[in-house]
C-alpha cells in the first residue's frame, strides 16, 4: 500500500460537544516525511480544535509556501482553507478576517514562510492585532529544499553535512514580544501536552496570537550538533510552567489545588490555568518575558510554554471600528447608504 | 505495568484472536492470504496438518474463530473463517501427495482406536506415519462417527465425508467396523500398547414424561433418528412434525423433517429464542425452510388418542432475573398449549455413556459417571487408555475432538518411548519481516471496507426435496477471494523496538484506530484510563514497551488494531516494523 488510511476508527471513540468524534476534525493522509514533527502539530490541532467543540465549519486554516505551509491538507478537513502564495499568509488572513470575523483563523507557517520571504507581513500582522491563530512550524531549515540553514537556525548549528552556521538566528517569539503581539507562546511538536492547551488558549484570545512551535526536519535536521534535533530539544526544554485551557463550564466540576497555579481569566470567561509557575515569572510582564527568553538563550536553554498574554486585548476590528456583523453579510443597501444619506453628511460640511 | 515479553510465544499467538481461539490453533491468517493468492492446495494442507477435516470444517465447524475475529470488533460482521476453509478445500488440487508416508516397517507398537469419529482418526493421522500399527472399531459400518451419524447430507455431502476420512484410514489402518466393543477388558486382553478411547457422547438423553410409553413408536431420540437416516433405515416422517430441544442437533432434526415429509415442523424449546445453544446460521438456515421455532415452551406431556400419538402439551414460560442474578423460567399462567404432531424428535442433549467399562481395567469415573482423565495429558487412570473427543470431557464440537486427538497422539508416542508426558513439545514459531520498501509490505496491508459477503444458497424447492443436496453452494471464486481480503491479517504483528524510537508521536497520530499512547507508566487499570482511545475490552491485552528516554512508555493497546502496518510506514527510524507471526501446535507428527 501507499498512503492509504483505512476508514475505520476506534468504535469507541468519545464525542465532543457537537457529537463529532476527531473523525471529523482530521485531514488527508500526510505526505510529509515519517517522523516529520509537522505532523504532531497537526495532530495537536486536530485534538485541540475537537476538544473545544469547534464546527469544522467555523475555521479558516491559512498557509503560504514550505513543508509547514502543506500540512493544514493533513488536518481539518472539513473546514475552510486557503493555501496562499510564499510568505503573504498574513495579507490573506486579514482580509479573510475583514470580510468575515465570525470564523477562527488558523494560520500555518514555516521559518521560511515567517522569518524569511514573509517577515515584512509578519510584523505588520502582529502590529494590527489581528485576531488569529499564528503557529510557525519551526524546524531551522528549508526541508523542502534539501535542508539549507533557514533565517532561524542557531549560530553554530550543525546541518546534516556537519556545517556550522555561521549567522545570528532570528528569535520569532522574541520579535514577536519586541512587536507588542499579546499572545506569545513557544513549544515543541514532541509535547503534546503542553502545545494542545497552548493552542486551545491561542484559539481563544481575542487577538494576534502566536507559538513558535519548534518541529524537527527529521530529514535534513535531526542530526548530531543540530539545535532542532529531537534529543537536543528535549534536553534544552525548559518550561515557563505547566499551562492548562479550562474553559468555563468545566471549572466548575473541576477542584483546583489553591495556590498551586495561576489563573489567568479570558475574555469569554473561560481561563488559561498556569500550573508550577516559576516564582519569578509573569505572565503578564512583557519586560520580564524578554528577559527570560534572552536569559534562557544565554544558557543554551529553549523556554517553552505560554510567555506572555493580554487578555483583554483589542483587535483590529476593534481598533478600526468595523460593525459587529462580519462585513460580507452586509447587503448593498447597508453598505451603500444612497443619495439621502450622502447628502445629510455632505449638509454638515456647509 | 512490566514491559511485554515480545518472546513468550503466547503473547503475539493471543493477538491473533482466531487462531487463539480455535482449540487447534489453525494458523487462520495464513491460510486466508493463501485463498486470496488462488493457492488453495496450499491452504488447505495448512489447514489439514491442523485439524485434518478441512473440508467437513469448512462445512460444519462451530467457529469459535468467527466471533473472536478482530473484524468483528471494528465492524458488524467478522470474516467468513468457516467458509474459506471450504473454498480451500472445494478447490484443491490432489493433496495426497502432500501427505505424510506411512512407513512399510512398522515399529512393533500396536494401538487401539475405540470409535471411528474426529479424535480417534485425528490419533491414527499423527500415529500411523511414525510407524504405529493402528487398530480401529466402530460399531458402525464407515468411519467418521458423529460426523457421519449426526450431520446431515444437506450440509456436509457424503463424497466429502468420505474423502478425507480415507486420508486417514488409507494410511494403513487396520479397520474393524461393525464391531461394537461392549467390554474394554476384552480389547487390553489383545495386548496392545495402548488403548485410546473415542467413542464420543453417543446417547442422546430422553424426555421422561406422561404418554412417552404409550407414544414410544412416534417418539424419536433425534441423534439415533438422524443415524438411521443417514444409513437410510428410516425415510419418511409425519407430515405434523415437533423437534424438542434448542441445540444444533434439533436444527438438524427439523431440518431433515422438512426433506422426509415433515411440512408443519416445530421446534420447540423452553428457553428463550436469543438463548437457544444453536448457532445463529443454524436457526436462520431453520426459519429459512420455513421451520417455526416456538421459544419459552416447556413441554409437559404427550398426547395419546386411541392408543396413538397426536400432539403435545407445554406450559408458557417466561424467563426472569431471579434475587441470585441467575436467570429463571417462570410459568406465566398462561394455559397451556396443545400443539399437534404425527411425530416428535427429542433432541435435548447429549449423554456419555460407558457400560462397556469394566472397574477392572482401573478407569476411574467422577460423580458424574465420567471418566477421570488429565486436561493436558488426555492419559486415564490406567496408564495404558487414553481418552479423547466427548468421550473425555462430555459433548463439545469436531474442531475440539480434533485438538484432543493431536494432544492425545503427542502423549501416546511419548508413552510408547517411555519419556515423561507432562514435558510437553514447545509450538513452532517464527517472526519474519515483512518489510519490501518504505510502503511496501509482503502482505495486502490494505483495509477494505466491504461488509462480509453472504454464501450462496441453493434452491429452497429443490434442496427441500432432495436430502442429499448440498444446501450451501459455497462461494464462488470471485467473491471468496474479496471476503479474504476482509481479513485484517492480525498475525501479522506490530513489533515495537524501544531502542529505535525517537518519540516523534508520528505513529500515534497516523494509527487509524487510536491504538498507540505514549505516557508514563502505570499499573494496568490507571494505564488503561490514559490510553488515546477508551480501552475496555480487557480480555486484549496491553503492548509495553520498556521506559523510552523522555520517561514515558509505549503503550498500545491491541483490541482494534488494523494491522495495517501505518505506524510502520510513518516510523521515520523502523522502530515498527511488521513481523509475520507464525504459530504451530507441535504434533507427534
Given amino acids: 500500500m501507499t498512503y492509504i488510511r483505512s476508514k475505520f476508527r476506534h468504535p469507541g471513540l468519545p464525542k465532543n460537544e457537537l457529537g463529532y468524534t476527531t473523525q471529523e476534525y482530521e485531514g488527508a493522509i500526510s505526505t510529509l516525511c515519517a517522523g516529520c514533527g509537522h505532523d504532531s502539530i497537526s495532530g495537536s490541532i486536530i485534538q485541540a480544535c475537537y476538544e473545544l467543540s469547534i464546527a469544522p465549519h467555523r475555521i479558516a486554516k491559512l498557509s503560504g509556501i514550505g513543508c509547514s505551509s502543506k500540512t493544514p491538507t493533513y488536518f481539518l478537513g472539513n473546514s475552510h482553507g486557503f493555501n496562499s502564495v510564499h510568505g503573504r499568509m498574513p495579507s490573506v488572513a486579514t482580509g479573510a478576517n475583514m470580510a468575515n470575523r465570525d470564523l477562527v483563523y488558523m494560520g500555518v507557517s514555516g521559518d521560511g514562510d515567517t522569518a524569511s520571504i514573509g517577515m515584512g507581513q509578519f510584523v505588520h500582522v502582529i502590529r494590527r492585532n489581528l485576531n488569529m491563530v499564528y503557529i510557525v512550524m519551526n524546524n531551522g531549515c528549508y526541508g523542502l529544499t534539501k535542508g539549507q540553514d533557514s533565517a532561524t537556525a542557531d549560530e553554530g548549528s550543525k546541518s546534516k553535512k556537519g556545517v556550522a552556521n555561521p549567522f545570528q538566528p532570528i528569535d520569532l517569539a522574541g520579535l514577536a514580544l519586541e512587536l507588542g503581539a499579546t499572545f506569545v507562546a513557544q513549544s515543541f511538536s514532541g509535547d503534546k501536552e503542553q502545545l494542545i492547551p497552548l493552542i486551545k488558549a491561542a484559539i481563544d484570545h481575542p487577538g494576534f496570537a502566536f507559538i513558535n512551535v519548534i518541529s524537527p526536519c527529521v530529514t535534513f535536521n535531526n542530526n548530531p550538533g543540530s539545535t532542532k534535533s529531537y534529543d537536543y530539544v528535549r534536553e534544552h526544554m525548559e518550561a515557563t510552567g505547566t499551562t492548562d485551557f479550562v474553559p468555563e463550564k468545566r471549572e466548575i466540576t473541576t477542584s483546583y489545588e489553591k495556590g498551586s497555579g495561576t489563573d489567568i481569566q479570558m475574555h469569554d470567561g473561560t481561563y488559561i490555568r498556569l500550573e508550577k509557575l516559576a516564582a519569578t515569572r509573569d505572565p503578564f510582564d512583557r519586560l520580564g518575558a524578554i528577559n527570560a527568553l534572552q536569559n534562557s538563550r544565554n544558557h543554551n536553554e529553549i523556554l517553552t510554554g505560554l510567555l506572555y498574554v493580554e487578555p483583554k486585548t483589542s483587535d483590529l476590528h476593534e481598533i478600526i471600528q468595523t460593525s459587529d456583523r462580519p462585513l460580507n453579510s452586509l447587503r448593498q443597501d447597508e453598505l451603500c447608504p444612497g443619495t439621502l444619506a450622502l447628502a445629510d453628511i455632505n449638509q454638515d460640511y456647509r | ?589
Fill in chain 2, 1 to 589: 505495568m512490566k514491559p511485554t515479553d515480545e518472546k513468550n510465544p503466547e503473547y503475539f499467538h493471543k493477538v491473533v484472536d482466531c487462531q487463539y481461539a480455535c482449540p487447534a490453533h489453525t494458523p487462520v491468517p495464513e491460510y486466508i492470504r493463501l485463498v486470496a493468492a488462488g493457492k488453495y492446495t496450499e491452504a488447505y494442507m495448512i489447514n489439514w496438518e491442523s485439524n485434518v477435516f478441512p473440508g467437513i470444517l469448512g462445512r460444519t465447524c462451530d467457529r469459535p474463530c468467527e466471533p473472536a475475529c478482530r473484524r468483528g470488533r471494528i465492524e458488524e460482521e467478522p470474516v467468513a473463517i468457516c467458509r474459506l476453509k471450504r473454498v480451500a478445500a472445494d478447490n484443491k488440487h490432489d493433496v495426497r501427495s502432500l501427505m505424510p508416508r506411512v512407513p512399510f516397517e512398522k515399529n512393533g507398537k500396536r494401538i487401539a482406536l475405540i470409535g471411528g469419529g474426529p479424535a480417534s482418526l485425528t490419533v491414527a493421522r499423527d500415529l500411523a506415519p511414525l510407524g504405529y500399527e493402528i487398530h480401529l472399531y466402530d460399531e458402525q459400518d464407515a468411519g467418521g462417527g458423529m460426523m457421519r451419524t449426526q450431520i446431515p447430507s444437506f450440509r456436509l455431502p457424503l463424497e466429502v465425508l468420505n474423502e478425507e476420512v480415507d486420508y486417514v484410514l488409507d494410511m494403513g489402518i487396520h479397520t474393524q467396523f461393525k464391531t461394537y466393543v461392549s467390554s474394554l477388558q476384552e480389547i487390553l486382553d489383545k495386548n496392545y500398547d495402548v488403548v485410546f478411547v473415542g467413542t464420543g457422547a453417543p446417547r442422546g438423553r430422553d424426555l421422561v414424561i406422561p404418554g412417552r410409553k404409550e407414544g414410544a413408536v412416534n417418539i424419536h431420540i433425534g441423534v439415533d433418528w438422524l443415524t438411521s437416516v443417514a444409513f437410510e433405515h428410516t425415510n419418511k416422517i409425519g407430515k405434523k412434525v415437533i423437534v424438542l430441544g434448542g441445540g444444533n442437533t434439533a436444527m438438524d432434526c427439523c431440518r431433515t423433517s422438512r426433506r422426509l415429509g415433515g411440512e408443519e415442523v416445530k421446534v420447540v424449546v423452553r428457553s428463550p429464542f436469543k438463548e437457544m445453544k444453536a448457532s445463529p446460521w443454524e436457526k436462520e438456515d431453520a426459519l429459512h425452510e420455513d421451520i417455526l421455532i416456538m421459544d419459552n415452551h416447556v413441554p409437559k406431556k404427550f398426547v395419546i388418542e386411541n392408543g396413538r400419538l397426536i400432539g403435545m402439551t407445554f406450559d408458557k414460560v417466561h424467563p426472569v432475573i431471579n434475587e441470585k442474578g441467575k436467570r429463571e423460567l417462570v410459568p406465566t399462567g398462561e394455559p397451556e398449549v396443545f400443539i399437534e404432531a404425527d411425530d416428535v424428535l427429542v433432541a435435548i442433549g447429549l449423554e456419555n455413556s460407558f457400560p462397556w467399562i469394566e472397574k477392572e481395567t482401573g478407569i476411574e469415573f467422577d460423580n458424574w459417571g465420567m471418566p477421570v482423565v488429565d486436561a493436558v495429558t488426555f492419559q486415564s487412570s490406567n496408564p495404558k487408555v487414553f481418552f479423547g473427543g466427548d468421550a473425555a470431557f462430555g459433548p463439545k464440537n469436531v474442531i475440539t475432538a480434533v485438538a484432543h486427538g493431536h494432544q492425545a497422539a503427542i502423549s501416546i508416542n511419548l508413552y510408547c518411548e517411555e519419556k515423561t508426558l507432562t514435558e510437553r513439545p514447545a509450538p513452532f514459531t517464527n517472526l519474519v519481516s515483512q518489510k519490501m520498501g518504505i510502503h511496501e509490505w509482503s502482505y495486502d496491508s490494505d483495509v477494505v471496507n466491504d461488509l462480509r459477503f453472504a454464501v450462496p444458497h441453493a434452491d429452497k424447492k429443490a434442496s427441500l426435496s432432495d436430502r442429499k443436496m448440498e444446501v450451501e453452494l459455497g462461494f464462488d471464486i470471485q467473491t471468496a477471494i474479496k471476503e479474504a481480503h476482509r481479513c485484517l491479517n492480525c498475525d501479522v504483528q506490530t513489533v515495537f523496538e524501544k531502542d529505535k524510537c525517537i518519540e516523534c508521536d508520528a505513529c500515534m497520530d497516523i494509527c487509524p484506530t487510536a491504538c498507540i499512547t505514549f505516557t508514563m507508566n502505570g499499573d494496568e487499570e490507571d494505564l488503561r484510563t490514559r490510553l488515546k482511545a477508551p480501552s475496555l475490552n480487557l480480555s486484549q491485552d496491553l503492548y509495553i514497551s520498556g521506559t523510552l528516554p523522555t520517561s514515558r512508555v509505549m503503550v498500545k493497546d491491541e483490541d482494534v488494531c488494523l494491522h495495517c502496518g501505518l505506524c510502520a510506514e510513518r516510523c521515520p527510524t523502523s522502530a515498527w516494523d511488521m513481523q509475520q507471526f507464525l504459530y504451530k501446535v507441535t504434533k507427534a507428527c
